[in-house]
């Protein structure tokens, strides 16, 4: 099973354009997007919980991929995040918690020509609250199930109460530090179009991992989160967008890789990314 971001899921953070186009969107690729490996079955693997969750403690390279698809737009607009950070896996009091923490995004839009961007500091504000998971052995395999902890971004308030819709709320915070309400994201449309939009989000997700003979840790993310659109730097941009995930598990996968704790930064990530995660997913073109 798994555990997003993420996210970010994880996964991690969804978002939406108004074009005034009527181009059928790309189509979505083949599900599973991955295949991963699990090792050979003849490795050593935890007989008891005991053994499993202290075989599950580490540092681990977190990927994981959010398909999203708005139908609120003249055509559909569908989005892959893709979300990069570290989760912590250890003990207290008996009990195996989860910390995640985000550096860095990308988005993939189904519009050959349009493109979006997220600074890494709104990524690394993204804050999942440390969750006590779930250990459990079904059919031979442990499975780790991350229930929802909903966490709020470019927003104060209580994540457990719905996401405020007011424009001016007092609340609101600047995360990202650019001046401008909620989380800043970069619009670009070929050549001829470029602006931005300021959102808040309220995260909410529960991952569901299952512990691999190879150490790896693979799943999927359930994603629930609400977003809302404070305001945007041209009128254009400033609409409502209704983003929900894709219900296909396969396109909405994790994937956890045990890596010495000295890589802790996005940079360090950078230079083992290409060894240890697949290549980010990609659109279907003619």
Same mark, same amino acid.
């Not at 424009?167 to 670009?188: A, E």
């Not at 894709?246 to 994937?255: A, I, M, Q, S, T």
């Given at each position: 099973m798994i555990q997003k971001s993420r996210w970010l899921y994880p996964g991690l953070i969804a978002f939406s354009i108004i074009l005034n186009s009527c181009s059928k969107p790309l189509e979505w690729p083949e599900s599973p997007l991955y295949v991963f490996d699990t090792g050979k079955l003849n490795t050593i693997y935890p007989a008891d919980k005991e053994s499993a969750m202290s075989h599950i403690v580490g540092h681990y390279a977190h990927f994981d991929v959010v398909a999203y698809e708005d139908t609120t737009t003249r055509t559909t607009m569908r989005t892959f995040i893709i979300s990069y950070g570290f989760t912590n896996f250890y003990l207290e009091d008996g009990k195996l918690m989860q910390s995640d923490r985000f550096v860095h995004a990308e988005q993939k839009l189904s519009r050959k020509n349009a493109r979006s961007a997220l600074r890494d500091e709104a990524v690394q504000a993204i804050k999942p609250r440390v969750q006590e998971v779930d250990l459990s052995l079904k059919d031979g395999v442990w499975n780790i199930y991350r229930p929802e902890s909903p966490s709020l971004l470019g927003i104060e308030g209580d994540p457990q109460k719905s996401l405020s819709t007011d $424009?001016?709320? $007092? /609340? +609101?915070?600047?995360?990202?530090?650019?001046?401008? $309400?909620?989380? !800043? &994201?970069?619009? %670009?449309v070929g050549k001829f179009f470029s602006g931005e939009i300021y959102i808040t989000r309220r995260e909410v997700f529960r991952n569901y991992l299952s512990?691999?003979? =190879?150490? !790896?840790?693979?799943?999927?993310?359930?994603?629930? *989160?609400?977003?809302? @659109? &404070?305001?945007? %730097?041209?009128?254009?941009? =400033?609409?409502? *967008? /209704? =983003? %929900?995930?894709?219900?296909?598990?396969?396109? =909405?996968? @994790?994937? +956890?890789?045990?890596?010495? $704790?000295?890589?802790?930064?996005?940079?360090?990530?950078l230079q083992v990314r290409d060894k240890i995660f697949p290549k980010e997913p990609e659109f279907k073109t003619k």
């Open positions: $424009p001016n709320d $007092p /609340n +609101l915070t600047d995360p990202d530090k650019d001046g401008h $309400p909620g989380v !800043t &994201v970069q619009i %670009s512990l691999n003979y =190879n150490g !790896t840790l693979t799943g999927y993310v359930v994603d629930h *989160s609400e977003q809302f @659109v &404070v305001g945007a %730097s041209k009128k254009i941009l =400033n609409q409502k *967008s /209704n =983003n %929900s995930q894709h219900p296909d598990k396969g396109l =909405n996968p @994790v994937l +956890l890789v045990k890596v010495d $704790p000295d890589i802790d930064t996005y940079e360090e990530l």
